[in-house]
């Protein structure tokens, strides 16, 4: 519900994905999407972000928009089960690494040490 949410996928070996979730099939959103194994990710609204370059290295947010005209809703399914002692938040330190040419998408996403 809301609007397109895009989803950023970093593997270990620094892959950059990006995906849009959402309901104008014909843009090439997805309605649902499967993150695979042992990849970090984050999401952000999709119109939160006025650009940026597919490989990670460039993003310009959109100015500021009402959060009450403007969200996204999105659940999220864990197989197998979710076990709360395996979850981990990453931190900018956490990943920075495995992509530095990817710093203005990982500082955007994470948090600060």
């Known amino acids: 519900m809301g609007e397109s949410l895009t ?3 970093l593997s270990n070996e620094g892959h950059i994905k ?3 979730l ?3 099939l014909e ?3 997805r309605p649902q999407y499967t993150v695979p194994p042992n990849v970090w990710f984050g999401s952000f609204p999709t119109k939160d972000i006025q650009s940026y370059a ?3 290295n460039s993003l310009v947010k959109a100015p500021e928009r009402d959060p009450e ?3 996204s809703l999105v659940g999220c399914t864990c197989a197998p089960a979710f076990q709360f002692q395996d979850f981990e938040l990453a931190t900018y330190a956490d990943v920075i690494g495995l992509a ?3 710093e203005p998408f990982i500082q955007y996403l994470t948090l600060s040490d």
């Open 69 to 71: 005209q403007h969200y």
């Open 7 to 9: 989803v950023f996928e």
């Open 18 to 20: 990006l995906t849009i």
């Open 27 to 29: 843009a090439g959103h």
């Open 22 to 24: 959402g309901t104008d």
């Open 54 to 56: 597919p490989d990670g």
């Open 100 to 102: 530095p040419h990817a």
